[in-house]
């Protein structure tokens, strides 16, 4: 315990007004809660009765550490995004447009299980699709949004892997990364065969999403560099399967190293198609 300073006597009585209006209303009012425990909890005034925070806010407050938190956790969201710019916060440039409407504090608990850089992207994301279908954002659609870009950039991993000289040209700013949907869809396709005719669409500009609709349609131009692609990934598979056979054959100590081959190899075939895809 400690004495606090007259002053910080009438921050912890104002604060502590401001819970007391918003707690039957929790929910409702979880930005004023919020902000007040947050002053307690950097101020250290709830030491003037407890030894530590979370002592006071069950004592105090019934509330659970947890649920302290969470409420913390919502201002410092609503921080970053740009909802509480009296508070000065380094945002890195993660503010959503100010016409978007704050999230509240289940929508912000959803927006806390991705980084913080991506909070903003998420949000506007949200709320621009919920308009879309002339709805308002709910927890449940941030959440939607969450579970789709995760499974979009695990798809995306599988796809850098298999095409890193694809991968290699987004990252450089050449083409655009695909829509999450596209990406998706491709990573689960079973032939590589399709895979590559994906990638095929995407280095033409097109969608991979593109179906046969029965009309006639105009031989697409092949990109200079797609005979290449499926060259290298017929050569490396066929590559793959005699190194396999030859290791069996040999034996795990046999040299060259079938993988030291087999990388070499591929090394050659990628600048290849990189002196390809330059003319």
Known sequence: MQELSTLEKNRLEKCEQDIERGIEGVRKNAKSVGLALTQIHDEKLFLVECKTFGEYCQSRWNFTPRRAAQLMNHISTLTRLGYIPEQEVDTNGTTVPFDAPEPNERQTRELATVPEEQQA???????????????????????????????????????????????????????????????????????????????????????????????????????????????????????????????????????????????????????TISKCERT
């Open 121 to 271: 992207e998420v949000w506007t994301e949200t709320v621009e699709e919920a308009e879309a279908e002339g709805g308002k954002p709910t927890a449940k659609k941030v959440s939607a949004t969450v579970a789709r870009r995760t499974a979009a950039e695990e798809a995306w991993q599988k796809i850098a892997q298999e095409f890193p000289l694809f991968a290699g040209k987004v990252h450089m700013g050449t083409f655009k990364q695909p829509p999450d949907d596209e990406v998706i869809l491709v990573s689960k396709m079973a032939n590589a065969s399709d895979r590559l005719a994906a990638v095929g669409l995407w280095l033409r500009g097109k969608s991979a999403l593109s179906v046969d609709t029965g009309e006639p349609e105009e031989a697409p131009t092949a990109h200079p560099a797609e005979a290449h692609w499926r060259m290298a990934d017929k050569a490396l598979g066929v590559l793959q399967g005699h190194f396999a056979n030859g290791r069996r054959a040999l034996g795990p100590d046999a040299e060259p190293s079938p993988e030291t081959a087999f990388r070499i190899i591929h090394q050659q075939i990628q600048r």
